[in-house]
């Protein structure tokens, strides 16, 4: 197994509790937690090609690997952007 095979999810919760997604965070250690487990996640975004936060390695020791898929929320959004255009058209 590769580290490649650990679940990179691109959203995250900002200190005030906002929920973000990696375009908008700064690379590193800046106050972002997981949606799934509330660890600390550190943005990845220098020299990859893939943007992602990950989860900080000492806290995965800690609780195990998290299994949080921003997928789930990813799914949600959709649906709610999905109603907000249904209402402008009905409205
Ligand atoms: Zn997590």
């Known amino acids: 197994m590769s580290k490649s095979s650990h679940i990179h999810n691109v959203y995250a919760h ?3 509790g906002d929920i973000i997604h990696v375009s908008q965070a700064e690379s590193g250690r800046n ?9 600390i996640l550190i943005a990845k975004k220098r020299n990859i ?10 806290d995965v020791k800690k609780i195990g690997m998290c299994t949080f898929s921003d997928e ?3 799914l949600h ?3 709610q952007k999905y109603q907000v255009l249904m ?4 409205l």
């Open 72 to 74: 789930t929320y990813t």
């Open 77 to 79: 959004e959709i649906g």
């Open 49 to 58: 090609l893939i943007h992602h936060f990950a989860h900080d390695a000492k």
């Open 14 to 16: 900002n200190e005030t």
């Open 31 to 39: 106050g972002y937690f997981c949606l799934g487990c509330q660890c």
């Open 87 to 90: 209402l402008n058209l009905i």
